[in-house]
T-cell receptor, first 112, second 113 residues
Framework: EDQVTQSPEALRLQEGESSSLNCSYTVSGLRGLFWYRQDPGKGPEFLFTLYSAGEEKEKERLKATLTKKESFLHITAPKPEDSATYLC?????????????FGEGTQLTVNP | KAGVTQTPRYLIKTRGQQVTLSCSPISGHRSVSWYQQTPGQGLQFLFEYFSETQRNKGNFPGRFSGRQFSNSRSEMNVSTLELGDSALYLCASAERASTDTQYFGPGTRLTVL
């Protein structure tokens, strides 16, 4: 059974204080790892897709990296508007179609 | 392009009733998946439809069902509602299946009293 674990559960940062969120996974045949951001009461907003170990993607203050066991979401000089829950999800196996298995998320709060 | 839309946004039902939720995918997207989100269980996969066929089903009881129409719009139905069915129900669409990125709608907040 695919498992995705995110840490920490919650993270408080001061504006400008860089940090990283972790997503470790145990799957059979990773096909893709996805990062989403979710604001309260809204649907998840797509951030990145990573397909193979060593891959990196960047968008504004965010950078996602992937190894064979985990992914990191690096947040550089965060702003209060980066406050949200960040979700990691995997697609794995040959017969699972589009099915995503999600981690529990990291709730990020950035204080001004 | 317009995003994924879901209706209604909020629903209040009582135990034993049934409910139908609707999802309109992004134009051109043929894959629609449904997820349930609760504080205790997080986001859990319900089922996926592609070209009007159910491709995958999660570990939910048979009270949960869905369908997809020829225009890719999808509905999910929950019969004999239980208190534990209270959740945010999210629909996601993708161009095809496989590893295409899924884009989520705003969700339908279902409260069962």
């Amino acid at each position: 059974e695919d498992q995705v674990t995110q840490s920490p559960e919650a993270l408080r940062l001061q504006e400008g204080e860089s940090s990283s969120l972790n997503c470790s996974y145990t799957v059979s045949g990773l096909r893709g790892l996805f990062w989403y951001r979710q604001d309260p009461g809204k649907g998840p907003e797509f951030l990145f897709t990573l397909y193979s170990a060593g891959e990196e993607k960047e968008k504004e203050r965010l950078k996602a990296t992937l190894t064979k066991k985990e992914s990191f979401l690096h947040i550089t000089a965060p702003k209060p508007e980066d406050s949200a829950t960040y979700l990691c999800a995997v697609q794995a196996g040959e017969t699972s179609g589009s099915r995503l298995t999600f981690g529990e998320g990291t709730q990020l709060t950035v204080n001004p | 392009k317009a995003g994924v839309t879901q209706t209604p946004r909020y629903l209040i039902k009582t135990r034993g009733q049934q409910v139908t939720l609707s999802c309109s995918p992004i134009s051109g997207h043929r894959s629609v998946s449904w997820y349930q989100q609760t504080p205790g269980q997080g986001l859990q996969f319900l089922f996926e439809y592609f070209s009007e066929t159910q491709r995958n089903k999660g570990n939910f009881p048979g009270r949960f069902s869905g369908r997809q129409f020829s225009n890719s719009r999808s509905e999910m139905n929950v019969s004999t509602l239980e208190l534990g069915d209270s959740a945010l129900y999210l629909c996601a669409s993708a161009e095809r299946a496989s590893t295409d990125t899924q884009y989520f709608g705003p969700g339908t907040r279902l409260t069962v009293l």
